[in-house]
């Protein structure tokens, strides 16, 4: 009943439902489970206060390491939504994978530590499989690094995003962003404003969700989508 009320976008009902069941009918790991689908739930309805309470309360020792790491990820970003990036980058401290990696860079972002998270979006998407190509989303990651590395005043690292990345953005619609953006280096013109207020005003909610959901979704968990 819940995956189905997540579905018609009625999140707080479906959160109610699984209140019930994590505070009166489970415990142990079923309990900590459950757990994370409401704290998910919580996530995609912008409450992360009470993300970070029901993972909390419900902290077990000794769960299989798939749960301990996806409850990790969860508090990771519950956290970044909290403002207390220094925390969330210290629960990541020993997880692995492009979510994970995802989430430090929008902890260094909203930290305003640009230079940091243009080199985590860099080597994320260097260390690819060539031969898959950049999605839109993707794109514009290589485009926010860019612009981190000329708000941090990286001369270096924006020209080796330039020479890595030319061919494959070469033919996109994101071209004109890209090459202007990677041939200079001022914060003061006009366009760069333009092209770094659109960077920020991605919201990296819905990027969460859906890795989120390609990660924890067929395992059955809950994973609500398309929260823009």
Do not use: H
Not at 76 to 84: E, F, N, S
Not at 167 to 188: G, K
């Amino acid at each position: 009943l819940a995956r189905r009320l997540i579905k018609v976008d009625l999140l707080e009902q479906a959160a109610s439902l699984l209140e019930y069941q994590v505070d009166t009918r489970l415990d142990g790991a079923a309990r900590a489970q459950i757990a994370a689908d409401l704290a998910i739930i919580y996530i995609a309805n912008r409450e992360p206060a009470q993300a970070l309470q029901v993972l909390n309360r419900t902290s077990l020792a000794g769960l299989a390491p798939s749960l301990k790491r996806q409850r990790r990820i969860l508090e990771a970003r519950a956290l970044i939504d909290a403002g207390r990036y220094e925390l969330s980058r210290d629960v990541l401290s020993e997880v692995a994978g492009r979510d994970a990696d995802l989430l430090r860079v929008d902890a260094f972002w909203r930290d305003q530590r640009y230079r940091e998270a243009a080199e985590l979006l860099e080597r994320a998407y260097s260390e690819r499989t060539a031969s898959v190509p950049l999605s839109q989303p993707a794109r514009m990651n290589i485009i926010k690094a860019a612009v981190g590395y000329v708000l941090g005043s990286d001369r270096i690292g924006l020209d080796r995003v330039r020479q890595k990345f030319s061919q494959e953005l070469s033919t996109t619609p994101e071209w004109a962003m890209f090459d202007y953006i990677t041939r200079s280096i001022t914060q003061n013109g006009a366009g760069f404003r333009d092209i770094a207020a659109r960077v920020a005003a991605i919201d990296s909610l819905d990027a969460f969700l859906a890795a989120y959901e390609s990660a924890y979704g067929e395992a059955g968990a809950l994973a609500p989508v398309n929260r823009s």
